[in-house]
């Protein structure tokens, strides 16, 4: 399994970014797929997720009305736009997914980092 983000970048307040994650490795078509984001001397938390069809989705509080999770099955990858980002949105942010061969076993990308700052 391997899980691949790009499109982060330093932004200013307000501003946009949309994070793309590749997977490959296992079926991704079956599988719900999330962002998570760590900000400095922070606990990584849950930003949003998407079930495996995509017609489901949550969010955290935080985010909610201005990140927007998507995906297209096709492509496997999984989409994080994020519109009005706040300084408080600085972070790296890490795709993950949970897969099923035998057990359950989470895996992680690299991660990407968003800074929002003027």
């Known amino acids: 399994v391997q899980l691949v983000e790009s499109g982060g970048g330093l932004v200013q307040p307000g501003g946009s970014l949309r994070l793309s994650c590749v997977a490959s490795g296992f079926n991704f078509r079956n599988y719900d797929m999330s962002w998570y984001r760590q900000a400095p001397g922070k606990e990584r938390e849950l930003v949003a997720r998407i079930i495996s069809t995509g017609a489901g989705t949550n969010y955290a509080d935080s985010v909610k009305g201005r990140f927007t999770i998507f995906r297209d099955n096709a492509k496997n990858t999984v989409y994080l736009q994020m519109n009005n980002l706040k300084p408080e949105d600085t972070a790296v942010y890490y795709c993950?997914?949970?897969?099923?061969?035998?057990?359950?076993?989470?895996?992680w990308g690299q991660g990407t980092q968003v800074t929002v700052s003027s």
């Open positions: 993950k997914t949970r897969t099923w061969t035998g057990g359950w076993r989470d895996y």
